[in-house]
């Protein structure tokens, strides 16, 4: 069985994307003040801990996820062959 790449790409591209904005919005609206998700601006560029930040993590993680996503099922389909 082969994995479709662009499927697998889109979906692992929507998930990161949406896990960085929620996880940030969240840690906004209950007050987290720590450096665990401040470190992500060393990766994602333009990524800061706000609102706007949040929506630069979101772009960032589709194409982070979706990079990620392409790799792994090409790197699948080429193990399973």
Do not use: E, Q, R
């Amino acid at each position: 069985m082969k994995l479709n790449v662009k499927a697998l790409s889109l979906t692992a591209g929507i998930l990161w994307g949406l896990t960085i904005f929620l996880a940030t919005l969240w840690l906004l609206v209950f007050g987290y003040s720590g450096h665990f998700i401040t470190v992500l601006n060393h990766f994602y560029f333009g990524y800061s801990f706000s609102v706007i930040g949040a929506f630069i993590g979101l772009a960032w993680g589709f194409v982070d996820g979706a990079i990620c996503g392409a790799i792994f099922a090409w790197l699948y389909n080429a193990l399973a062959a």
